[in-house]
């Protein structure tokens, strides 16, 4: 493993980010359990009430939960500037976090201005917490400079996304109307997937792909103008999308879209050149996600159906990679607090675990095969309505958010052990 350029010294306590990581497959059997409960009805069309509750759950539970949990503990260590107040940023942006995401969520499903608001106002003051305190940490940030770059994209097109889903909720609760509804709702999409999520993994894949998987580093080209240029894509299909040319909007999605498949071209070259031949999970769940994100960005600019489109990035890349990196970012971390424990204790007797224990490799392999099944069943019902696949699909994410919530909790439980070792 790489480590060389970490300021890993300047770490959050191993509570805040695990916090976040911990929750996040709760959400995600929470989605796989309407889809078993509702059946075909999530997957006939995007616009329905159960389908932007099954979108919201995996957007915002499950990926957002684990984007913001990275995010506290990647700006020290990648980026080498610490964000204020971690413990209570932390703890605040949790817990406005999921209240927004239930409540929300639970607006779409069974209606109500109540369930919409009360989630909208929560998600909007812990998205508000996070940002200002990221913000802050950003603007001092002296990391590896791409790396940094997109970072700031990544948290600017989180605050866009924000304030687009707050509009599209008010006008939802009747408080203003919107010419160019769909496309707005669009954009917001576009925003979030390719921005928020899309910028962020680009930036943090430049570190932790060559660092965990000892490959070359991403080409030189690409660490420059990846994160700007799918910035501006968004900022064009914003401009066009306001001033009613949805038609044209489509083209600016279309060249951020096009960027992150360069990037996961990229990262399958870089994985395919690794000097280290071993094939972990994590290395499976990176090119199963680069994979659905070609394949998502193939649909969509071929006019394929939006479930398609939607499945695919959201379980396939929004489900499947942040899994993959918590197989390997837990137990890093883990061990990594470990040792600093035990050099701070002077307490040399003990032995401390490999980092590979802590999530047994065969283990992680079982739980990546059953988010196959789910991912496979899921695209398929997306593919082909009516085919009766959504439950079969659902039940399999219960079973793959489960088990990854008991291995995740398995680490933990793990380093608590060893933790009191040391004391």
């Known amino acids: 493993m790489k480590t060389a350029g970490l300021s890993l010294d300047q770490a959050p306590p191993i509570g805040v980010p695990f916090a976040f990581f911990l929750v996040a497959p709760l959400f995600a059997a929470l989605a796989g359990g309407l889809l078993l409960w509702q059946g075909e009805a999530v997957l006939v069309s995007r616009w329905t009430p159960v389908a932007l509750a099954v979108t919201h759950l995996l957007a915002l539970g499950f990926l957002t939960q684990i984007m913001c949990g990275a995010l506290l503990q990647m700006l020290p260590v990648l980026a080498g500037s610490p964000v204020p107040r971690v413990v209570a940023i932390g703890r605040a942006t949790q817990m406005l976090l999921i209240l927004g995401t239930l409540s929300l969520s639970a607006g779409f499903r069974w209606g109500g201005v109540i369930w919409l608001t009360t989630g909208a106002g929560a998600l909007g003051l812990g998205l508000t917490i996070l940002i200002v305190a990221v913000g802050m940490a950003l603007w001092r940030a002296q990391g590896v400079r791409q790396t940094v770059i997109a970072m700031r994209l990544a948290l600017a097109a989180l605050t866009v996304t924000a304030l687009l889903g707050l509009m599209l909720v008010a006008v939802l609760a009747g408080g203003s109307s919107l010419s160019g509804f769909a496309g707005w709702v669009d954009l917001h999409l576009g925003w979030g997937l390719l921005g928020w999520a899309g910028i ?13 998987h000892v490959t070359p580093s991403y080409p030189s080209w690409l660490m420059r103008w990846a994160a700007p240029l799918a910035a501006i894509g968004l900022l064009a299909a914003t401009v066009l999308t306001a001033t009613g040319r949805t038609d044209l909007a489509i083209r600016g999605m279309g060249l951020s879209a096009i960027i992150f498949v360069v990037f996961a071209a990229a ?12 094939l972990d ?3 499976l769940y990176w090119r199963s996600a680069m994979l659905a994100a070609m394949l998502a ?4 600019l071929t006019g394929g159906r939006a479930e398609l489109t939607g499945v695919l990035l959201l379980v396939g890349v929004g489900v499947g990679l942040p899994s993959g990196m918590l197989f ?10 470990l ?3 035990q050099v701070a204790m002077r307490r040399f007797s003990v032995r401390l675990p490999h980092m590979q224990s802590f999530i047994p490799e065969t283990q992680a392999r079982i739980q990546f ?21 959504t439950r079969p699909g659902g039940l399999a994410l219960i079973l793959a958010s489960l088990l990854q919530s008991w291995l995740l909790l398995q680490c933990w439980s793990g380093f608590r052990r060893f933790r009191l070792n040391l004391d």
């Open 200 to 212: 962020l993994i680009m930036g943090v894949g430049y570190q932790v792909v060559p660092m965990f």
């Open 267 to 278: 990262t399958l070259d870089r994985q395919h050149r690794r000097e280290r031949p071993r």
């Open 281 to 283: 999970v994590t290395l």
């Open 297 to 300: 960005a193939l649909v969509w």
């Open 328 to 337: 390997k970012i837990m137990p890093f971390l883990s061990w990594f607090h």
């Open 339 to 341: 040792q600093h424990r």
């Open 369 to 389: 095969g059953v988010y196959l099944v789910a991912l496979g069943l899921l695209a398929a019902a997306a593919a082909w309505p009516g085919i009766g696949l």
